[in-house]
């Protein structure tokens, strides 16, 4: 009975702090339309001096078409392996270096883009992180529907000079294995404040398929699935109110504060970029199931 006592009076201590916490983050600036942008509204704005368009992806690809003006930030460096875990969300110096190499400017609109919504999320995710905070907005459709439309487009290197990118990280985006723990009991014990949401396919959630490198199957106790697929429909991202639908219908309470994982980070920051679309506080777990599933003091569900 004392330790029943303890262990709850240790769990609403928790709760209180990271309620404290979440509170204290800055509140979310560019909600909804803002952090999405439609094809037509970047070719009316495409020469406008406080907007910057980044394709986010490979350079031989970005060679032979891109958006016309686009700047270019290879995918893969914005991910380090650290720890034995892959895709991990570089340091500041790293992407101080790679965002001011790239030509991106301290201030201003940067409008992200990539031949596949992954690549593009997970950099909105990144920008987000080095303090670019509501500055940041993602071409829907990618760049699929802006080629398909026969907007402008021209081949050859990024259209950029250097500059010195200023990183100020908030660190709060990025939840690490400990707090996570935490995380994971405030979420069973208080599902209206705590939400934690699982992006991958449903046969990695429930352990059918375990996935690549994952010798647990199954996923972290008190999670729900939101596979990073179901947000978008042909190509594009589902309208506000069938996403806020579809999260609701996946357990996910309206007053809850979010943390979304998947294998490696990557596909969680789908589910990332529709929350904070819809206006919601939301955090990344980076190290994800790869982590949690090879740590040796942790508990996965079926």
């Known amino acids: 009975m004392r330790r029943s006592l303890v262990l709850c009076f240790a769990a609403l201590f928790l709760i209180t702090s990271i309620a404290s916490a979440a509170n204290a983050l800055p509140a979310s600036r560019g909600t909804g339309k803002e ?12 020469r406008d001096a406080n907007v910057t368009v980044v394709e986010i992806g490979d350079p031989q690809n970005f060679a032979e078409s891109h958006i016309a003006g686009a700047r270019f930030v290879a995918a893969k460096d914005l991910v380090v392996k650290r720890d034995g875990i892959a895709n991990e969300v570089p340091d500041a110096a790293t992407l101080a270096k ?32 080095a303090g670019r905070r509501g500055d940041c907005a993602l071409l829907d459709g990618m760049f699929a529907k802006w080629s398909a439309e026969k907007r402008p487009v021209e081949g050859g290197p990024p259209a950029s000079a250097a500059a010195t990118f200023t990183v100020h990280v908030d660190p ?5 294995l400990a707090p ?55 190509g594009v991202f589902r309208p506000a109110g ?23 980070g990557m596909q969680a920051s789908v589910d990332y970029f529709a929350l904070r679309y819809l206006g919601r506080t939301v955090h990344l777990y980076d190290g994800s199931y790869s982590e949690w599933s090879a740590a040796a003091d942790t ?3 079926k």
């Open 98 to 129: 790679v965002f001011g190499e790239a030509g991106l400017p301290d201030r201003g609109r940067i409008v992200i883009y990539a031949r596949e919504l992954i690549p593009a999320t997970r950099a909105f995710f990144t920008l987000e992180y």
């Open 172 to 176: 709060g985006l990025v939840v690490a």
């Open 299 to 301: 508990q996965v569900a």
């Open 35 to 46: 952090l999405l942008v439609s094809t037509a509204w970047l070719e009316q704005h495409l």
């Open 180 to 234: 996570m723990k935490i995380l994971v009991a405030a979420a069973a014990l208080s599902p209206s404040q705590f939400a934690v949401v699982d992006a991958r396919p449903a046969v990695n959630f429930d352990g059918t398929e375990p996935g690549e490198d994952i010798t647990r199957g199954g996923h972290i106790p008190s999670a729900v699935n939101v596979p990073h697929s179901a947000n978008t429909a042909g």
């Open 242 to 264: 069938e996403l806020a639908t579809l999260y609701r219908k996946a357990g996910v309470a309206d007053s809850a504060t979010v943390i979304t994982y998947c294998r490696t």
